[in-house]
């Protein structure tokens, strides 16, 4: 649906994308993941048409971006970053001056716009001026202006900027809904955001891909970790018990610092905090501690971008040796 | 066409919904009403507006910029042109459909004026020369139409609105003075040329009931340049 090749871009002498190249395809939601000045968003605006590729060329649903580039806007439902919109106009006129611009006719017009606010919960606010909407409602009318035409192509940069916790929940259940016949291109540096919601992902830094997969691959495994500190020793008592509580789910037991005390480790889709509790009280012990770990597709993403970018800058050093030396 | 139907429509319709549009209208109102009680009627002449069409020419080299600095530079300033430009409008349409909803403004800020008229020929004993009213807004709305061509193309080269109003204030102004007083002082195979980019000279033409053909034809032109040059400069200004 989606298909990016080699493409670069440059401001100036900033290269800003190098060599860019994926492809995605209908019905999943891709995650497009890396540090601020990465090179997401120029990434998307091309997709979007907004900017030109120096070099390369992409295409979505078979058009060409720059050759064809109309068709390739009908085909999409761009949303980009912090959602800019006309203040001075009200969400339901805001809505209705893109379903226009989409060439929609009257009654396409006002349907599209009736199932956007409704889809977007906007029918509260459908006749205040955005001017004076929250953050988090400005957000959802960019969100509706994207879905308006009932695009093929939902391309979104940082949808649940500014919204609260309930709603960033009710976001991102509408963009799983969306996505089962959809391509989703979801834009973010916010990674328990990429765990949740999306099926691949692609980490850029520095300008470059580099890495393509799914959280869990990425992630060297499951993205669900628990660790606990319990009482006693690691024995079979406390292994039959976690094996009860935690079915199938792969835990690893090892001595903590503070003598007579245990550290487990479990990992797996279906962890539980409250199971792992149990499991230690069945078993009769006291529990010291029972956290999260930090997430693993956290930290592979932040070694894979200090290294990208590590490469860079040995790149430019070496650039600026070499040009020195000429 | 719809499409650009619906950014006019926007446009026209953001000048009404913030104070500036009201501002704007109200000002140039107040002004051309003081042009027109100054208004000479002489007894047994046909009753004309010349003298208030002229002057009110003149208003428009401040209010056109007033009216095109916001269309590109406020988009280009608030981000809303990534939406706008992402839109199945070609970059043509954008400006036209903007371009349009300029020109529109400018053509309900003309409406009060009509009073003046109305009231002239209530006052005035002779029969009045309604030709050379409709001649002298006709003459009008083509001069905007430049005006407003001129700081479309200034529009689209900043983000900064009161950079756009006083660049494209200055580009009229320099070449109002180069044709007008700069003609008359310039060499003599000069002096008609520059002559020949006087607008004012132009709109008296009309003002005085003249429709010439030439005049019409260099009125749209200039504008068609200085819209064809805004849209060069829409097509390089890339996502900034």
């Given at each position: 649906m989606i298909h990016v090749h080699e493409a670069s871009k440059s401001f100036g002498r900033t290269r800003a994308v190098r060599n860019m190249s994926f492809e995605l395809q209908p019905g999943l939601i891709t995650g497009l993941l890396g540090p601020n000045g990465a090179g997401k968003t120029t990434t998307i605006r091309m997709i979007a048409g907004f900017l030109t590729p120096d070099e390369g060329r992409i295409t979505v649903a078979g058009h060409d971006v720059q050759a064809d580039s109309l068709s390739v806007r009908r085909q999409l439902g761009y949303l980009p970053e912090s959602?800019?919109?006309?203040?001075?106009?009200?969400p339901r006129d805001y809505l209705d001056y893109r379903a226009r611009l989409f060439n929609l006719g009257r009654t396409d017009r006002r349907q599209a716009v009736d199932r956007a606010i409704d889809r977007c919960r906007l029918a509260d606010m459908a006749h205040k001026r955005i001017g004076v909407l929250s953050k988090g409602y400005r957000q959802r009318v960019g969100l509706a202006s994207a879905l308006l035409h009932d695009p093929p192509v939902l391309i979104l940069d940082e949808?649940?900027?500014?919204?609260d916790p309930s709603q960033i929940r009710s976001t991102r259940d509408l963009i799983r809904e969306l996505a089962q016949d959809r391509t989703v291109l979801l834009c973010t540096h916010i990674i328990p955001e990429v765990e949740r919601t999306c099926a691949r992902v692609l980490v850029i830094a520095a300008g470059r891909l580099v890495a393509d997969d799914t959280p869990e691959r990425l992630a060297g495994g499951n993205a669900n970790r628990f660790e606990m500190v319990c009482q006693g020793p690691a024995d079979p008592a406390l292994r039959e018990s976690i094996a009860r509580y935690l079915p199938g789910i792969e835990t690893r037991l090892a001595d903590d610092e503070r003598p007579g005390w245990v550290r487990v480790e479990a990992s797996g889709d279906g962890v539980e905090g409250e199971a792992m509790h149990r499991a230690a009280a069945d078993a009769g012990r006291g529990v010291r501690l029972l956290a999260p770990v930090r997430s693993s597709l956290e930290e592979r993403v932040v070694r894979l971008i200090d290294s990208a970018e590590t490469c860079v800058d040995a790149g430019s050093e070496a650039e600026k040796a070499a040009g020195g030396s000429a | 066409m719809r499409s650009i139907a619906a950014i006019a429509g926007r446009e026209l319709g953001a000048m009404f919904r913030t104070p500036v549009g009201w501002i704007v209208t109200a000002l140039y109102t107040l002004l051309t009403a003081v042009v027109f009680t100054m208004q000479e009627v002489r007894p047994g002449e046909p009753a004309t507006l010349r003298s208030f069409f002229a002057p009110s020419a003149w208003l428009l080299i401040v209010v056109a910029p007033a009216v095109s600095m916001r269309l590109f530079s406020e988009e280009f300033r608030s981000g809303t042109v990534e939406p706008l430009l992402t839109a199945p409008v070609s970059r043509l349409g954008v400006m036209l459909g903007k371009y349009a909803g300029a020109a529109a403004f400018i053509v309900c800020m003309l409406i009060p004026t009509l009073a003046y008229p109305a009231l002239l020929a209530w006052a005035a004993d002779g029969p009045i020369d309604w030709g050379a009213v409709a001649s002298g807004y006709v003459g009008l709305v083509l001069v905007a139409l430049v005006y407003l061509a001129v700081g479309t193309l200034v529009s689209t080269t900043t983000d900064s609105q009161v950079l756009a109003f006083l660049v494209t204030l200055i580009v009229l102004l320099l070449v109002m003075i180069a044709s007008g007083p700069g003609a008359l002082r310039a060499p003599v195979r000069l002096a008609p040329i520059l002559a020949e980019f006087s607008v004012p000279r132009r709109a008296a033409n009309f003002a005085r009931g003249v429709v010439e053909t030439k005049d019409a034809v260099a009125l749209l032109a200039a504008s068609g340049w200085m819209l064809a040059l805004a849209w060069v400069s829409l097509m390089l200004r890339e996502g900034r």
């Open positions: 959602a800019p919109l006309y203040p001075e106009m009200t949808p649940t900027n500014g919204l | -």
